[in-house]
């Protein structure tokens, strides 16, 4: 990120002409190839209204109509004529108005409103589908409502927390916190600041968003400090000071986090829970350049705090622990701070046998496809192939490839990760605009790693965890384990910087990219992971089965399909994965899991509550849910803590775990024998959270949570039948009879 000051945005692109471009670029590459008319106008239009207010509490009715009579029919052609910037601005001006409006509401309706929580009134859980409120009246009806419910959730979440901390005989970490009213007073307050800090900037990224994102929603116009940021994420790897910052309702910065080596580390003044006030991004040592950022979004504290490594920047801290008002300076040197969390890591889990001799279970865990695009010194297909190779070494008996979490990354990554796997052949199809299908294909003559292989999925896997898992999938090659599907999103974004297609003399400054939905991928079988994702061999419960989540609950989503499969697309003898024995199995063992048990049961009750879509405002009411659920809480915590106790005991005499991470393998360290159930300070200390220390729900045993636990046994199972097969001398694997 660069650190910026109100100087830097003297000269910027012309926004109307980033619109042009950005509509002619739309048309010419966008896989969809939508016909750009009113219609599609009329949807960028309602799209930018909803992004603004998604909550449906703010606009109201007329203020919709208005912006629709004006503009519905017509956005597409101001786009095209360089004069959509006025509907941006309009638009947003008068969300801006609307937000001052419900904030001084909310100081009056805090002020003279005694709230009387014994009347039967209710909210909506979900305003997302609610209809706008009719009038300014309506409004203010619907607003003294949300603020009387966050009122009364804050009162009941301090009830909470002094009743758990009695019990446990703990601080009560809610004795010092602001009223309740203030509270919530400070919370508008800062949400206010955060709408009325805008530059032209900021506006055109919210609406050139929204027209993007009107053509499907995974296509997005990225400013050029969104850019910056998506870099940093690909490359795992940022310049800054090495420390997490949390938003205070009061205004501040406050620091949650320190990374272990880091800038902020080495120079050991900041301290944890210390909170910043005001930023110096050029450490000048003059008063006056010391940016005040009160209030600011947190996105722009980060900007002023990160910086070009080498350089300095001063913070203006109130001590953690200081005499009130007590300020002092802090200056630290950016430097380049590692994301080591995102990286790639791999351990072996030794599972003691029946059978004699352990089972050894190597598992890598990837938390994205990363790779660094500019430079390409970073690549996630690199460190799992020397972990991979490590874990050969080891001599495992099977493979567990982690992909939960992993919203996808580097398309050429992911092509070269599945060679690992599988003999030379395709990979994925990709589609382009014109229907014309390219094969990407493995390059390997020969997998890395042709042993028993499970990979582990959710529905946050997604993009490039889908070709992954669909590819392996397809060839039979590895037992997918996971949650009802996969996210579903089967298409392929490129980058595009807008400033190379401004007229010649234009400013470039600043213009942003747009990141453009090119392509759709497709499995080697045929069929698009797009909306579908991948449905795993075997699905655990989960309690993602209640919500709306995946790419067919996204707005203007491209649909599901099918292409022929690839040539030279050779699948392997689906028996050997055993799937239906794996199932019957694992299905055993589920439905004797009490915590999938439990899983079930609140994926029934989710359900329930999302289909009524009412929170109570009666008080007593409240109280009678929080204790039901508490009770529940309470006894399923008694039971498993005397349930998880026994498995801890018997992991120890049936579990032991080495780790490996990519430092590990940098240092020519051995696999280090480690406790999963340890808290992993590795890489950032973090501050205390008194509030979550209350919780007293007894940890996953061995941190081993129900999926992977169930994975790992569905692993051995695996090896075991395949080492059965082997014997019997009948087992295909990559086309050879072993």
Not at 196 to 225: Q, W
Not at 389 to 409: A, H, S, T, V, Y
């Amino acid at each position: 990120m660069i650190a910026t000051s109100s100087s830097a945005f003297a000269q910027q692109a012309d926004f109307n002409e980033v619109g042009r471009q950005m509509a002619i670029m739309l048309q010419n590459n966008h896989f969809a190839k939508l016909p750009f008319n009113a219609e599609l106008g009329r949807r960028f239009l309602d799209d930018y209204i909803k992004d603004l207010d998604s909550g449906r509490l703010y606009f109201t009715q007329e203020d919709v109509d208005g912006f629709r009579v004006k503009y519905g029919d017509q956005l597409n052609e101001l786009l095209l004529q360089r004069n959509s910037m006025q509907v941006a601005n309009e638009v947003y001006r008068v969300f801006e108005q609307r937000v001052e409006q419900r904030v001084a509401q909310t100081e009056q309706i805090l002020k003279e409103d005694h709230f009387d929580f014994a009347k039967n009134e209710f909210v909506a859980a979900s305003r997302k589908d609610a209809v706008w409120p009719k009038n300014d009246k309506e409004a203010a009806d619907l607003w003294r409502l949300q603020i009387k419910e966050a009122v009364l959730a804050e009162n009941l979440r301090r009830e909470m927390l002094a009743k758990m901390a009695k019990e446990q005989g703990k601080p009560d970490p809610g004795v010092d916190d602001r009223d309740p009213k203030e509270k919530i007073s400070l919370r508008y307050k800062r949400f206010l600041t955060s709408v009325k800090d805008v530059d032209e900037e900021d506006i055109a990224n919210y609406f050139l968003s929204s027209v993007a994102r009107g053509c499907d929603p995974h296509t997005d116009y990225m400013s050029y400090r969104e850019m910056s940021r998506f870099k940093d994420g690909m490359k795992n790897e940022l310049v800054g000071i090495g420390a997490l910052l949390q938003a205070e309702e009061d205004g501040a910065t406050k620091i949650m986090g320190i990374v272990v080596g880091g800038p902020a580390d080495r120079e050991s003044t900041l301290k944890l829970n210390d909170r910043v006030v005001a930023v110096d991004s050029l450490n000048t040592g003059k008063a006056e350049d010391m940016i005040d950022i009160m209030f600011m979004k947190i996105d722009k504290v980060v900007d002023y705090i990160r910086g070009k490594e080498g350089t300095s920047v001063a913070l203006k801290i109130e001590p953690a622990g200081g005499a009130p008002g007590e300020t002092k300076i802090v200056v630290i040197e950016r430097g380049k701070v590692e994301l080591k969390d995102e990286q790639a890591s791999g351990e072996v889990i030794e599972m003691k046998s029946d059978q004699g001799a352990p089972r050894r279970i190597g598992v890598i865990t990837l938390p994205s496809f990363y790779a660094d695009f500019e430079e390409g010194t970073t690549r996630c297909s690199v460190d799992v192939e020397r972990i991979l190779g490590r874990l050969i070494e080891e001599k495992i008996d099977g493979l567990i490839l982690d992909l939960r979490n992993n919203g996808g990354g580097s398309l050429e990554e992911v092509r070269r990760m599945t060679g690992f796997f599988i003999n030379r052949g395709p990979v994925v199809q990709v589609k382009n605009h014109l229907g014309q299908v390219q094969v990407k294909e493995a390059e390997n003559g020969k997998p890395i790693y042709d042993g028993p292989m499970v990979v582990m999925t959710d529905k946050s896997s997604a993009s490039a965890s889908e070709i992954l898992a669909g590819a392996l999938q397809d060839y039979n090659r590895a037992v997918i384990v996971g949650e009802s599907s996969t996210f579903g999103k089967g298409t392929v974004q490129q980058p595009m910087d807008i400033g190379r297609m401004l007229p010649l003399f234009a400013n470039r400054n600043r213009a942003g990219y747009l990141k453009v939905t090119i392509q759709k991928f497709y499995r080697p079988s045929g069929s698009s992971t797009q909306m579908d994702g991948v449905v795993p061999n075997l699905v655990l419960p989960s309690l993602t089965d209640a919500l709306e989540m995946g790419e067919a609950y996204l707005n203007n989503a491209l649909p599901h399909d099918r292409i022929r499969p690839a040539a030279d697309f050779k699948v392997l003898d689906a028996n050997s994965l055993f799937v239906p024995r794996l199932k019957e199995l694992s299905q055993e063992r589920v439905k004797g899991n009490k915590d999938f048990t439990y899983v079930i049961e609140d994926v029934l009750k989710a359900k329930e509550r999302i289909k009524l879509n009412k929170i109570s405002l009666n008080k007593a009411e409240r109280q009678k849910e929080l204790a039901e659920a508490e009770a529940l809480q309470d006894a399923r915590n008694a039971e498993r803590r005397e349930r998880f106790a026994k498995i801890a005991e018997s992991d120890k005499k049936s579990l032991k775990f080495f780790k490996l991470t990519l430092d590990d393998l940098d240092a020519g360290n051995p696999m280090r024998p480690y406790d999963p159930a340890a808290e992993n300070a590795d890489y950032m200390r973090r501050a205390k959270d008194e509030a979550a220390e209350l919780d007293d729900s007894p940890k996953w045993p061995t941190g081993l949570d129900p999926v992977k636990r169930e994975s790992l046994m569905v692993a051995r199972d695996l090896v075991g039948l395949t080492e059965n097969a082997k014997m019997a001398g009948v087992l295909k694997m990559n086309g050879e009879v072993r």
